[in-house]
């Protein structure tokens, strides 16, 4: 079992800037790729970035593109989501997720643990 915990967020005014932290409580295959993902209500869990376990390969969803930075920290078992230029449209719950699944990083339903989530609320 793999235990995710989530710090950050926030309130912020656009353009502002927010970190969002994410710890495992393991270092194992369980938590080779970190993503993370977002949620507004009435609509499904959006995935935001994902990043394997040497960093060398991190994706990202287009509209946060340029502004999202996602890196982490092996030796603290940590993950770090710096959201710079932030918009109003980047209000919802982000979750931090963790999976062994190499080939399906973007999906929601190959994440096998989650954080317990954290609200973003960009101000016009």
């Known amino acids: 079992q793999v235990q995710l915990v989530q710090s950050g967020g926030g309130l912020v005014e656009a353009g502002g800037s927010l970190t969002l932290s994410c710890s495992a409580s393991?270092?194992?295959?369980?938590?080779?790729?970190m993503g993370w993902f977002r949620q507004v209500p009435g609509e499904e869990r959006e995935f935001v970035a994902a990043?394997?376990?040497?960093?060398?390969?991190?994706d990202y969803i287009d509209s946060v593109k340029g502004r999202f930075t996602l890196s982490r920290d092996n030796a603290k078992n940590t993950v770090y989501l710096q959201m710079n230029t932030l918009k109003p449209e980047d209000t919802a719950v982000y979750y931090c997720?963790?999976?062994?699944?190499?080939?399906?990083?973007?999906?929601?339903?190959?994440?096998?643990?989650w954080g317990q989530g954290t609200q973003v609320t960009v101000s016009f």
């Open positions: 997720a963790s999976t062994r699944d190499l080939l399906r990083v973007t999906a929601r339903e190959a994440y096998n643990y």
């Open positions: 393991s270092r194992t295959p369980d938590v080779y790729i």
């Open positions: 990043i394997n376990w040497s960093g060398s390969s991190i």
